[in-house]
């Protein structure tokens, strides 16, 4: 106990120890008020931590189902797109079997552009055949795994069957009284939507029967895709049927 007046503090009747102690007991509630809020403050972000992860993750799975979902559309679209395909190429085989143009709507076709003074001697329908390399058809499922790439290198795929193509081409051999007429007609040729690169190879003069006439050759192609809908005047005939024709002779002749 301290009783000194000279020492300028102010007298405690208390004891050391008890004022020690005292201070003691304060600093250590302080510690624990300190350690407590620190405790709550982490466990409230651990808490908040773990909300933002579990809600995370419930983000993560819905976005994996949603591609799930959406993979399963895609490949559901890519099945439909290749059987659209296939029975395009299935319909292509079959229109490509079947006469795109009629041999009477061409004849009648060639008829019709015929201008009076024009008449036709012989007409030659040529088809090639175009030779087309099919390429390996591989199926997308098995090209996704290493066998299928192994497979498509050793060539198992089966092959694409690809329709026959056919290039066309149509000689006209006739006489004509002038060469206007020849000129028409090539011109009336022309503008047809079944024939394509209409050329004159030649224009000869001749004498048949004491009559100077003129005799022409015109060379010309038929589209690959012609509209048979386009030739509105084109009725079924035949050339045979004309009768400014002079014993037309027909060939139609198809070559591999």
């Known amino acids: ?52 992860k579990v809600e995370l993750s419930n983000e993560v799975r819905q976005v994996r189902t949603d591609f799930e979902a959406e993979t399963t559309k895609i490949d ?90 056919f290039n066309h081409t149509i000689t006209l051999t006739g006489l004509a009284a002038l060469n206007n007429d020849v000129a028409d007609y090539l011109a009336a040729l022309k503008d047809s939507p079944l024939f394509t690169n209409v050329e004159l190879q030649y224009i000869n003069q001749t004498t048949i029967d004491d009559t100077e006439l003129r005799k022409f050759r015109i060379v010309m192609g038929l589209r690959e895709t012609p509209d048979v809908a386009m030739v509105a005047e084109a009725h079924e005939t035949s050339l045979l049927d004309e009768q400014a024709v002079f014993g037309v002779t027909v060939t139609d002749t198809e070559t591999e």
């Open 1 to 52: 106990m301290n009783l000194n007046p000279s020492s300028g503090q102010q007298a405690s009747f208390l004891p050391e120890d008890y004022v020690k102690s005292k201070g003691q007991h304060r600093a250590n509630v302080l510690m624990l008020l300190l350690f407590g809020a620190v405790s709550i403050g982490t466990i409230g972000a651990f808490m908040l931590m773990y909300k933002e």
């Open 76 to 165: 559901q679209l890519r099945a439909l797109e290749a059987q659209r395909i296939e029975i395009l190429e299935r319909a292509e085989v079959v229109t490509a079997i079947i006469e795109r143009v009629p041999r009477s709507v061409l004849t009648a076709e060639i008829a019709r552009a015929m201008p009076q003074g024009v008449a036709l001697t012989e007409l030659d329908l040529v088809g090639e055949r175009v030779r087309v390399t099919a390429k390996p058809k591989v199926d997308a499922d098995k090209t996704r795994s290493v066998r299928g790439v192994q497979a498509a290198k050793k060539g198992t795929e089966e092959q694409k069957v690809l329709p026959p193509r």
